[in-house]
């Protein structure tokens, strides 16, 4: 059931981009954000000798996540020894898109992580499975792999695994380094319990994976390797947080503008005291918080006060937000405003200004959308703090093992 759903949310993932598919109706260039992928299929003509080449560099290609390049090598070395016993000519179309049909598998086990960290609640892995961001920009990169290795460490720490844990954040770690939160979060509820060996064990499980699959491309090309690194890293986005809301919205009735020179120091600033206040939170709670709670905060602040923002933030968001709240009005509303700022990026220009809504405003849509996003996100954090003082959400999740 959980492999139907997947399949499902990704066929009505291609569904949303048929459009680009027709030449007379020039979607690519009107809506480039919709039509836009950085997935590559790979090479397709990978043989036994020439497999090995990008298995530790990025794929056939050489410019995917070395994890990733570790599958489509060798799915690319399969495919190429059955179109040769079967005597099948290969080409752009023989394969409609490999990296597609493996990030679809990837998100099945991300709905199987879910479902079975939901226990009795069924409407959670569904919920997520259609969830707008996903199917519209989730497929078209390599962050559902991010995501996956996140919700496997955090389901191996739920069930008191802090070894497997680091396994899954060190392989996490080669497509984005958004699973290292897992590991700050461990942290916070290590410091909690006073189990901070789980720390310790998790951390060094990570660093020996990371290692394990980066080692062989650092030592052999370290230049190629830190330049993919720091573009992982410095992966460019459409547009930023809430900084680029405060100016030009903000600044104007309240007086308290912002020089855009210090932007870099106060975000970072500001990021550094909000992950304290939620260290805080963890420590002062009345009942037994969860990870996927903590976890959850983390990512928010690190979205929240960031620099920079994509729809794929939200894609990272999803499953703790339906572990975390259960409220589908709270996740179709967000999802909802989090569609519409995309929109308001990725639209012709101008045509949301014609629309008799936004005609007559002083604010443009895309701040509308932009103060209504952030509003979204601070009402997830207040929210998600409350539930963990009153310890409302804990005990649907589960807590660490050790404690239950």
Not at 200 to 208: G, K, M, R
Not at 266 to 287: D, F, P, R
Not at 390 to 403: E, Q, S, Y
Request: with cysteine; charged share 10%.
């Amino acid at each position: 059931m959980v492999f139907v759903i997947g399949i499902l949310a990704v066929l009505f993932s291609f569904l949303l981009r048929v459009p680009c598919r027709v030449p007379e109706w020039d979607v690519a260039n009107r809506f480039p954000g919709l039509c836009a992928t950085e997935l590559n299929p790979g090479d397709l003509s990978v043989t036994p000798g020439t497999m090995l080449q990008g298995f530790f560099t990025g794929g056939p290609t050489g410019d995917q996540p070395i994890v990733v390049g570790m599958f489509t090598s060798v799915l690319g070395w399969m495919t190429t020894g059955l179109a040769q016993a079967f005597n099948i000519e290969l080409n752009a179309n023989t394969v409609l898109d490999l990296t597609v049909v493996l990030t679809a598998m990837v998100w099945v086990i991300i709905i199987a992580t879910v479902a079975g960290l939901s226990g009795k609640q069924p409407s959670d892995p569904v919920v997520m499975a259609f969830a707008p961001t996903v199917l519209l920009v989730g497929f078209t990169a390599w962050d559902l792999w991010a995501v996956m290795f996140m919700m496997l460490a955090v389901a191996s720490y739920i069930r008191g695994s802090p070894g497997i844990a680091g396994l899954w954040i060190g392989l996490g770690s080669t497509v984005n380094l958004l699973p290292a939160l897992v590991l700050v979060a461990i942290l916070f509820m290590a410091a909690r319990y006073r189990y901070i060996g789980d720390f310790f064990i998790a951390l060094l499980s990570s660093v020996i994976f990371f290692a394990a699959v980066n080692g062989p491309f650092m030592v052999t090309e370290f230049d190629r390797w830190r330049q993919q690194f720091l573009d992982s890293l410095n992966a460019p986005v459409q547009n930023s947080t809430v900084w680029d809301v405060w100016n030009p919205v903000i600044a104007g009735p309240t007086g308290l503008s912002i020089n855009p020179e210090s932007l870099q120091t106060l975000s970072l600033v500001v990021v550094l005291l909000a992950v304290v206040a939620v260290l805080l939170v963890t420590l002062m709670a009345g009942k037994d918080p969860s990870i996927v709670q903590v976890l959850l905060l983390l990512l928010i602040v690190a979205i929240l006060f960031g620099r920079e923002w994509s729809l794929l933030q939200s894609v990272w968001m999803v499953p703790l937000v339906v572990l975390a709240r259960r409220s589908w009005i709270e996740f179709f509303i967000w999802q909802a405003v989090e569609i519409g700022y995309w929109a308001t990026l990725n639209a012709p220009a101008g045509g949301w200004e014609t629309q008799p809504l936004f005609a007559q405003g002083s604010w443009t849509p895309q701040e509308i959308f932009a103060v209504a996003r952030f509003v979204a996100l601070l009402w997830f954090l207040v929210v998600v703090i409350i539930d963990i003082q009153r310890g409302k959400r804990a005990l649907l999740i589960g807590i660490h093992a050790k404690n239950m």
